[in-house]
């Protein structure tokens, strides 16, 4: 299961030339499991992510019926070194390069509020650029059962300490908790 984030913010449209990140399987940890800072950089920032989920195989998915291709939500963080080079792939394949949630059914209504050792924000409306956002990325890649869409990044947090607790929750519902180590 591969990780595609696009790296817009909540309040930014998706459009084509939207920078995105693709993660291995290999480097994506679930939730419950320790963060341990990688020694290759003196400083790093949590940007955490709202993502989907895919569950469907589809390759060239068409946005009018990319809603029949994910069904769950979740959080997830992404840890950046500062500085961040965006010309070394490495940086995107590293042990932990994403750490995931548990999955939550979509909400019927809609709304979406997440809370993050940042604060709290309302992501309602963040499932509508989603059809445009998985026909974009299947022009690329296979989208498999079970693959992570990254539908916007927001709230980061810097510089996180050792022995740093992070939880996420989506509309109530605890779906990420991890220990910085």
Known sequence: MKAMVSLRCPAGPFCSDTPAKVIPDSAILRTGRPWFIPPFAPQWTMQTVLAIRMS???HCIGAKFANRYFDAMTLGVM???SP????NGLLDAFDGAMI???WIPLPSDGKIIASTPTGDIDLS????PAPAIIEHFSNYATMKMGDIV???TFMPFPDP????HWEGTLNDTT???FNIK
Not at 84 to 87: A, E, F, G, M, R
């Open 56 to 58: 469907r195989l589809g």
């Open 79 to 81: 840890p950046s070194p």
């Open 84 to 87: 961040y080079n965006p010309t």
């Open 100 to 102: 995931i949630g548990d």
């Open 125 to 128: 409306g963040q499932l509508d």
């Open 150 to 152: 990254g539908l916007c």
């Open 161 to 164: 300490p050792l022995d740093t």
């Open 175 to 177: 779906v990420l908790s």
